[in-house]
């Protein structure tokens, strides 16, 4: 069984940093691309930023030239270093993993994490 483990969540001040991490576990053959999602009160989930496997890495506008992905295929993890924070954003952050593949399956599903609160405030 394919589960997504996310860490590294907490309250922040404006203008600081947060580093999530996420860990995929289980009988994996292989992961699509991995990425970010955030979703916050009242609005629709977004995209964060995702890394493919081969390294292309997409950010929304929003948050280009703040946060960081990166990933390790070897461990099936992604980071995200979030710096200059600013309140808006305050939102759940949910790791993703798309197509992946487990060993045994012909078939790609895509997986979520449990999500990490993520709170900038004064």
């Known amino acids: 069984q394919v589960q997504l483990v996310e860490s590294g969540g907490g309250l922040v001040q404006p203008g600081g940093s947060l580093r999530l991490s996420c860990a995929a576990s289980?009988?994996?053959?292989?992961?699509?691309?991995m990425g970010w999602y955030r979703k916050a009160p009242g609005k629709q989930r977004e995209l964060v930023a995702v890394?493919?496997?081969?390294?292309?890495?997409t950010y929304a506008d929003s948050v280009k030239g703040r946060f960081t992905i990166s990933g390790d295929n070897a461990k099936n993890t992604v980071y995200l270093q979030m710096n200059s924070l600013k309140p808006e954003d305050t939102a759940v952050y949910y790791c993703?993993?798309?197509?992946?593949?487990?060993?045994?399956?012909?078939?790609?599903?895509?997986?979520w994490g449990q999500g990490t609160q993520v709170t900038v405030s004064s």
């Open positions: 993703n993993a798309d197509r992946l593949v487990q060993v045994g399956s012909m078939w790609p599903n895509d997986y």
């Open positions: 289980g009988s994996i053959l292989r992961i699509n691309a």
């Open positions: 890394i493919t496997r081969g390294g292309t890495i």
